[in-house]
């Protein structure tokens, strides 16, 4: 049978559904040398893997903060093509660890986000937020606060968390704040480009899931330091 | 041919579930009943989260055109028509609540968790003096009006994220007003479309950045530019004596690769469109 069809008609130019990935970024002192110079490999390798498919090209908006004794966004949320080069890259180590300041940084940067995203009249999936740190909270970090926010937000969906420790990082501080859909991820430094290939390639996953449906993410055995096995993550249902 | 409608229909499994070995989880029903003059078009789009539902899916179209056949036979589409809105909308739920019923005792009968059949439900009746459109989830509806212009018909229901919709399974039932919508539109219309979301990017002006404003702008409005041609090729393909299988069989290849927009749709996509054959307004 002939696959001709006469069927025709021009399709209107829509904006793609919007999946917001926040990174917030340990940029303390302790990340000099191979791991500050990986991780800016890295985030190079996370641009070329979202331009390469159309799916994460137009859909995922990524932001970039990073934290030491200051907190700073580098990257305000944007699509691939329209991110800006600015003084902040590449990433530059300094300073002590204000974990807690940048993911409540995060946070704040998801929630306006998506307020904008409602206001444009834009649909989002579950917007991502995914920590990289290789070392303990500074001292005077709320470290209870930020585990309680985390766990009312994660109640209510409003983003998912990903904690991903270098060597060097607090285990059983990223176990607090974790979530059980995702457990704190021990990655190793040298394969961070691994690590922002995986997540490209989860971000496409989610920006093509249907509601409902369990997204099953690829293994994560080459950049992790030990265990974890690769995960599923459900987008929200009513 | 239905009456004196020709209306094409058709559900294509999306690229995702082809991947995963999965059935098509859409389903659509056309039904013309040239006695007391009326159509019923249904579309239902099975959750991506149950595991059932492309069974649930076919419940929705099956039962659904069954009972509404025997609700019309106590009150005629035309006696409908013309009611207050307040007793279109009861009739719809009194509708929706038999077709639970249905669900309740399929999922008894086969041993399976309601919730696993859960599916949308998008409902179009019309003859040429109007049309009533009730659902329950997401999709699109439209018509076109005698004057050519196309309209929407049905608003989605959405939860804050992409993708999240309720379904006929959802806990509804003690408030189905805010749940189960139903729209009127009394006057004479010469087409009509419905369709599950996998076909609404290709189909409908979603959103548009406004130049002025500097802002995005939400919309829901059929693309003239994609139905006004296929309209036209839908009553040149009846005039040449086109079935209505054949003409199924070339809309399902249409809505599988016929543009670059179906042909990367990963969800499952549904899409019925309906025009009268004796209308000459149309350009």
């Known amino acids: 049978m002939s696959n001709i069809t006469p069927f025709q008609g021009e399709s209107p130019d829509n904006f793609n559904t919007r999946c917001l990935c926040v ?3 340990d940029t303390s002192y302790s990340m000099e040398g191979g791991p500050i110079d990986e991780l800016n490999k890295g985030l190079l390798g996370f ?14 908006e990524t932001s970039i903060i990073s934290f030491n004794s200051d907190i700073e966004c580098v990257q305000e949320p944007a699509l691939v093509d329209e991110m800006q080069t600015t003084n902040g890259f590449p990433l530059k180590v300094a300073g002590t660890t204000k974990l807690v300041d940048g993911v409540r940084a995060a946070i704040k940067k998801v929630e306006d986000r998506k307020q904008w995203y409602r ?3 834009i649909a989002y999936y579950r917007p991502w937020i995914v920590l990289i740190t290789d070392g303990f909270p500074d001292k005077d970090q709320d470290t209870e606060g930020l585990a309680n926010e985390i766990k009312i937000a994660n109640k209510g969906k409003h983003f998912a968390f990903l904690p991903m420790g270098v060597e060097g990082a607090d285990p059983s501080f990223l176990s607090k704040i974790a979530t059980p859909e995702f457990p704190p991820l021990p990655i190793d430094w040298q394969s961070f480009q691994n690590v922002f290939k995986w997540l490209s390639n989860s971000l496409d996953k989610v920006s ?19 265990g974890w096995g690769g995960g599923d993550f459900t987008q929200t249902t009513i | 041919m239905y009456g004196n409608w020709v209306i094409a229909k058709g559900s294509s499994i999306g690229g995702r579930h082809i991947e995963d070995n999965l059935p098509c989880q859409d389903s659509n029903a056309v ?12 579309v239902s789009d099975g ?36 009611k207050e809105q307040l007793e279109v909308d009861t009739f719809f739920i009194e509708f929706y609540k038999l077709l639970y019923k249905k669900f309740e005792e399929y999922s008894l009968e086969n041993d399976l968790p309601i919730k696993s059949l859960a599916a949308t439900s998008i409902i179009v009746v019309f003859n040429q003096s109007g049309l009533i459109c009730s659902h329950i989830g997401d999709g699109r509806a439209g018509y076109q009006d005698n004057e050519n212009t196309w309209h929407s018909v049905l608003e989605p229901f959405r939860g804050e994220e992409a993708n999240q919709t309720i379904f006929i399974t959802s806990d509804i039932w003690e408030s189905p007003n805010e749940f189960i919508r139903t729209t009127k539109v009394n006057k004479q219309i010469q087409s009509f479309t419905l369709m599950s979301d996998g076909c609404e990017s290709a189909t409908f002006e979603l959103n548009r950045f406004n130049e002025e404003t500097q802002l995005y702008e939400k919309l829901n409005n059929p693309y003239p530019k994609f139905f006004n ?9 009846v005039l040449s004596g086109k079935s209505t299988e054949e003409i199924d069989d ?5 809505l599988h690769n016929g543009n670059s927009k179906f042909e990367s749709e990963i969800d499952d996509k549904t899409l019925i469109l309906g025009t009268l054959i004796n209308n000459v307004n149309n350009a």
């Open chain 2, 229 to 237: 041609p296929n309209v036209a090729i839908l009553r040149e393909l």
């Open chain 1, 47 to 60: 641009g070329d893997f979202l331009k390469s498919k159309n799916s994460t090209r137009f859909s995922v």
């Open chain 1, 208 to 226: 093509q899931s249907a509601e409902g449906e369990v997204v099953q993410f690829d293994a994560v055995k080459d950049f992790t330091r030990t």
């Open chain 2, 47 to 82: 959750a991506g989260s149950a595991s059932h539902s492309d069974l649930g899916s076919k419940i929705v179209v099956e039962k659904g055109i069954e009972l509404l056949n025997e609700k019309f036979l106590e009150t005629s589409f035309q006696e409908l028509i013309q």
């Open chain 2, 31 to 42: 039904f013309f009943n040239l006695e007391m003059d009326y159509g019923l078009a249904i």
């Open chain 1, 119 to 121: 206001n444009n009249g």
């Open chain 2, 250 to 254: 070339l809309w399902l290849k249409f």
């Open chain 1, 23 to 25: 990174l917030v970024l």
